[in-house]
């Protein structure tokens, strides 16, 4: 193929990746704007806190637990060879809690939370429900967007400790049921390692991905064109980019917090 | 092309809505076409044309849906595009529109749909809103069905309900799309009568789209026919029934214009 087709192509490409992320943050930057003005529609925010947090929580609890016996299985048999297996549980809690409880409850979230989102407003703008909304004088941001996206900043780091919480239990279950380790010592080294720092940057992360999953899947139904087909590639969409985000912005962060 | 009386008829009263140039493109297409005109308060326009002229497009920007490629929307003097987001919801405030398909929040009863707009900018009492929801039910012959949901009316129903919810805040700017397509006799001089209704005891301007040439004639102050991005005629009813220009005879008695009929 001729090179200029093949700058078309990559050209074409990063314009749309850009254009993405523009609508991404003008509907982030919106939802601030709209968050300070009234009327304030706590009911929707609680409504909506319900569905990304407490409707959570088995799945997260779920993951979490896996998680956490599968560290400690791992790590048990790799560490007997040096005769270090009294750091199971030191690497259990710190794994668990700076790095795959929020990016798990990130993307479990992603799966769960940023798709129905889409879902719901792509439905919503297709059948000009949005339309109405504005033509009620209600700026659809601030009613759809803002209780979506506050929801997920607040809800994730709870669905993340509580996942902290589980994963680490599970490690201990694995431990002493599995390989019939100490429980005092498992819970020693657990904790004597464990610096509030490494539970706060994970809640930190976790809110942050609250605020990716919830952006990206509130755009991709804002913004959605083209009928019942065009809901289906918004949700699809939904949970891929925000999945992808997701992982990409957690590699920045850990630099930025650690 | 012949336009007769593209002056409006303001009556000296004042400008509730003034379009200035109005052009929108999509796809090369001029679907609005420098369009030109403006309705007085109080008064009721209605637009006719053939399907896919334009004028689910035209109404949307009327009220701040779609915003034109050149030109300009003025409401009680004010221009949608370079409002402040205040600014505009105080415009909205006082519009009412109803969708070609309804668009009812299907998360929501038809109680909730209706009664959305009034909770959201009144403090009225919940049963006063009860009240004003059953009366708005009534005026388009639906009592009783508060508690169903969307999905389980009939597309005549759901535009019906889409219609009360339009009128439920009594606002004073009125744009109804296609407010009788598909509904019986019945039903569509019920939407008549409230639409007289409106007018007459509220003062209520009123613009209108139909391809339903009775209800135009009854509701209408004045009649404008849109074709290729432009009104090709915007007269009172009396000179648009009276109009001899081909598409307005075409619309009038039901039958392809001349010229047309031998493309078949
Ligand atoms: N959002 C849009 N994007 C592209 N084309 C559009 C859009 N909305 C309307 N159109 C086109 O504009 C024309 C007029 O549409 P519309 O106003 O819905 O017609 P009608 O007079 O039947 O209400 C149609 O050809 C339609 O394809
Ligand atoms: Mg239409």
């Not at chain 1, 400690?72 to 409880?101: D, I, P």
């Not at chain 2, 009556?11 to 999509?26: D, H, N, Q, T, Y």
């Amino acid at each position: 193929m001729n090179p200029i087709r093949w700058l078309e192509i990559i050209g074409t490409f990063a314009l749309e990746a850009f254009e993405e992320l523009g609508r991404f943050f003008v509907l982030l930057f919106q939802a601030a704007y709209w968050l300070f003005r009234p009327p304030w529609d706590v009911r929707e925010w609680f409504r909506q806190m319900v569905r990304v947090g407490w409707d959570s929580i088995p799945v997260i609890f779920l993951t979490c637990l896996f998680t956490g016996m599968v560290l400690a299985l791992q790590t048990y048999q790799g560490f007997q060879r040096f005769h270090a297996e009294g750091f199971v549980g030191s690497v259990v809690a710190l794994s668990l809690t700076r790095e795959l409880a929020p990016v798990l409850t990130g993307l479990m979230a992603a799966g769960r939370v940023g798709s129905a989102m889409a879902a719901e407003l792509g439905t919503m703008r297709v059948t000009e429900q949005i339309d109405a909304l504005y033509t009620m004088a209600t700026p659809p941001v601030q009613y759809l967007v803002v209780p979506r996206v506050l929801a997920s900043i607040l809800m994730l780091p709870l669905l993340t400790l509580i996942g902290d919480g589980i994963g680490i239990v599970g490690g201990w279950m694995v431990a002493a049921g599995l390989f019939h380790a100490n429980t005092f010592t498992y819970w020693e080294k657990t904790f004597q390692y464990l610096e509030i720092n490494d539970i706060t940057s994970g809640l930190i992360k976790a809110a942050f991905f609250g605020m990716i999953l919830a952006g990206t899947g509130c755009a991709k139904g804002y913004f959605t064109t083209g009928g019942a087909e065009g809901v289906g590639r918004s949700t699809t969409a939904a949970v891929v980019t925000g999945s992808l985000y997701i992982l990409l912005s957690d590699f920045f962060l850990t630099k930025v917090l650690f | 092309m012949g336009a007769e009386n593209t002056m409006p008829v303001t009556s000296g009263a004042a400008e509730e809505i003034r379009v200035e140039s109005l052009l929108k493109i999509f796809d090369a297409r001029h679907v609005l076409d420098e369009l030109c005109f403006s309705v007085a308060a109080g008064e009721s326009l209605v637009v006719v044309g053939a399907s896919g002229e334009g004028k689910t497009v035209l109404l949307k920007h009327l009220i701040g849906l779609m915003s034109p490629d050149a030109g300009r929307v003025l409401i009680q003097g004010i221009d949608l595009k370079t409002a402040s987001p205040s600014e505009s919801i105080e415009i909205r405030k006082k519009c009412g529109m109803s969708f070609q398909e309804g668009a009812l929040f299907d998360s929501m009863t038809v109680f909730e749909n209706i009664a959305f707009p009034i909770r959201r900018h009144t403090r009225r009492k919940t049963r006063e809103i009860a009240e004003r929801v059953s009366q708005c039910l009534s005026l388009v012959r639906l009592e009783g069905i508060e508690d169903r949901r969307p999905a389980e009316l009939s597309g005549g129903m759901r535009r019906r309900v889409g219609f009360a919810r339009a009128i439920a805040l009594e606002p004073e700017i009125l744009f109804f799309d296609e407010p009788t397509t598909g509904l019986d006799p019945v039903n569509t001089a019920a939407i008549g009568r409230v639409i007289d209704h409106l007018r007459r005891e509220l003062g209520v301007t009123v613009i209108t789209i139909t391809h339903d040439m009775m209800l135009a004639f009854r509701i209408a102050d004045r009649i404008a026919m849109l074709r290729q991005g432009k009104f090709l005629i915007d007269t009172d009813p009396e000179n648009f029934r009276r109009s001899d220009l081909p598409w307005v005879r075409a619309f009038l008695e039901g039958k392809l214009p001349e010229g047309e009929e031998d493309a078949l």
